[in-house]
């Protein structure tokens, strides 16, 4: 059966049009905090990588360099407290959102099979299910669907975009368990793991207390584009277990799906440098420090919101009320209804505009008050 546009939701950003341009007609102009497209400059160590790689006339590998692989394996062991990461057993991909979208299809899911994701999700988790012909299942309840051998696929997302939220060890190793009994694929969405903004590090699905000796069934999905301003560069990978990167890699080589070989040196070089990691992360602190009480004080309440790239905010009205307001003091933000009908009283603020832009959107809050 041939894939029908009418299949697929509507693209939800294209839904933003009015608020941007009554937001826009603010006296002081437009202050964007909608989106999580980073502003900052790309780190000069990434920059110097990717030039110094650009004499690079033949195809590269779909697998990728043993230097990437080696790299995102150390990296994993280093700052995600999973020390048993297989080079092999790791694929760059071109940006994370292409193979969350892509995923269930590639793994051969399809009619009567079953994709589990949270309740207020990035949209491209169901639209992946869409495109594989599978039944989305939205929900944060493991009960809900185990032992259902339906369940091929389930997403897990730490921290949360949109919320924010951070799952904790034990409750990812539940998910593990769950799915293990039914021979179901988890992937985790880890992509904001270095943004937590409490003493907590964020845990990853490879983690030994998760997954235990075995990354058997498991997958962990992380984007460089966060961490180290590369969203052009469309730098991720995936990582877990053999027998499901194999596969891929399959796929892969047959579509011509490639990361370009200056980005995958460039990769390389961002792993293995924190420091870029902590100035931006620094960044992001200062802006969020600086947001966080005028949204307050503007009468919203933040919930969760531990780590990542937003405020996850509600006045307890419908999303789409409070986008006006906040239209009406030249800010745009995402409606919560883009991700979910549990999100719908919520909206998610984003600090992923520079200063002077945060510091206008906090001085126009206050005023609010």
């Not at 006296?27 to 999580?36: A, F, K, T």
């Amino acid at each position: 059966m041939g894939l029908s546009p009418r299949s697929l939701p509507d693209f939800p950003w294209d839904s933003l049009a009015p608020y941007r341009a009554r937001a826009a007609a603010h006296p002081g102009g437009l202050v964007d905090l909608s989106v999580g497209t980073p502003v900052d400059p790309t780190p000069a160590v990434i920059r110097e990588a990717l030039a110094a790689a650009a004499d690079s006339p033949g195809y590269p590998t779909t697998h990728g360099t043993l230097a990437l692989r080696e790299a995102v394996a150390a990296w994993f062991a280093r700052r995600r407290s999973a020390p048993h990461v297989d080079p092999a057993a790791v694929l760059p991909t071109i940006g994370s959102k292409e193979l969350v979208a892509t995923l269930p299809a590639y793994l051969g899911l399809g009619a009567g099979d079953v994709v589990v994701h949270p309740r207020a999700a990035y949209p491209t988790y169901d639209v992946g299910a869409r495109l594989a012909g599978a039944t989305p299942l939205a929900t944060d309840d493991v009960e809900q669907w185990r032992g259902n051998p339906a369940v091929r696929f389930v997403w897990v997302n730490s921290p949360s975009n949109p919320t924010g939220a951070v799952t904790g060890a034990s409750d990812l190793a539940a998910v593990v368990a769950a799915a293990r009994e039914i021979g179901a694929i988890v992937a985790s969405d880890e992509c904001y793991a270095e943004l937590s903004w409490t003493d907590d590090p964020v845990p990853s699905i490879l983690d030994p207390r998760v997954c235990g000796d075995s990354h058997e069934g498991v997958l962990a999905v992380y984007s460089l584009s966060k961490q180290s301003n590369l969203a052009g560069y469309r730098a991720a990978f995936v990582a877990g277990d053999p027998a499901v990167i194999a596969a891929l890699l399959e796929v892969r080589k047959h579509a011509g799906l490639i990361v370009p070989a200056p980005v995958q040196a460039a990769m390389v070089a961002a792993l293995a440098d924190d420091s870029h990691v902590a100035e931006q992360k620094a960044r992001y602190r200062a802006r969020r420090d600086m947001l966080l009480p005028a949204v307050e004080a503007a009468g919203f309440r933040v919930e969760h919101s531990n780590a990542g790239l937003y405020l996850w905010a509600t006045r307890g009205e419908d999303c789409w009320d409070t986008l006006g307001m906040l239209a009406e003091a030249g800010i745009l933000a995402a409606p919560g209804a883009f991700y979910g009908e549990a999100a719908r009283r919520h909206v998610r603020i984003a600090l992923t505009a520079g200063e002077r832009e945060v510091s206008a959107a906090s001085s126009r809050l206050a005023k609010r008050e």
